[in-house]
């Protein structure tokens, strides 16, 4: 199986779950959306979908 690299984005997970929460009539604050896209990402490497990687600047 040929192996790809993803960048996952907290913040894009953040304002991908806002506008979809919008659109059903919910209003998130800041503070949810940011725990919503923590656990989304944590759900991803539980389910070994990615790999966590520390960013090296």
């Avoid at 979809?20 to 070994?48: H, S």
Wanted: hydrophobic share 40%; glycine share 2%; charged share 40%.
């Amino acid at each position: 199986m040929k192996e790809i690299e993803v960048i996952i984005d907290t913040e894009e997970i953040a304002e991908f779950f806002f506008h979809e929460l919008v659109k059903r009539g919910y209003v998130p604050t800041v503070e949810e959306l940011e725990e919503m896209a923590d656990i989304t990402f944590e759900y991803l490497i539980e389910k070994c979908i990615i790999d966590e990687e520390e960013e090296l600047d």
